[in-house]
């Protein structure tokens, strides 16, 4: 059974939640709000127990030095959960590599209806190397949404 919101959604799913998951949610929110779209986005975590409690002092500084308002995203971080997956309208994985075998292990009957990006952690790329990349990406993806063609729901 398929939990639809009044609007479309989209999950950002990371390891922790709390840097890109975050982020992305975040600023995908502040592009709706300011562009007056329907569309919102919320944030979870596959293996939330693999990150500190908040959110990261890197999507912080990232978001603050974009104008956007920290409250756009979770306040503290959130384990995925099937709910989550049904309820949303898209779901993206922020790094294939490292969340496809976590989706096929956790979640097998969701791993081929998520989509799976490309963008590493700490551990391989810098804030400063990956935010800015990221961010291009999530408002590229926000504006094929956002498109009064997109305007509508799928699962």
């Known amino acids: 059974m398929s939990r639809k919101t009044a609007h479309p959604e989209v999950l950002f799913i990371c390891t922790g939640n709390y840097y890109r998951s975050r982020f992305s949610e975040a600023l995908f929110n502040h592009l709706a709000i300011e562009n007056g779209s329907s569309w919102r986005a919320f944030s979870r975590g596959v293996a939330i127990h693999m990150a500190p409690p908040g959110l990261s002092l890197h999507t ?11 409250a756009l995203t979770t306040t503290e971080r959130q ?30 009957l969701w791993e081929e209806r998520v989509d ?21 990406h999530v408002t590229d993806y926000f504006e094929s949404l956002a498109s009064p063609a997109s305007e509508q729901t799928d699962t």
């Open 79 to 108: 384990p995925l959960t099937v709910v989550d997956l049904e309820r949303a309208t898209h779901r993206i994985a922020l790094k294939g590599a490292e969340h496809r075998p976590m989706m096929q292990r956790d979640f097998p």
């Open 116 to 136: 799976y990006w490309n963008f590493h952690d700490l551990d391989r790329a810098t804030a400063a190397e990956m935010i800015p990349t990221l961010a291009k």
């Open 60 to 70: 912080q500084t990232a978001l603050r030095e974009r104008g956007i308002d920290l």
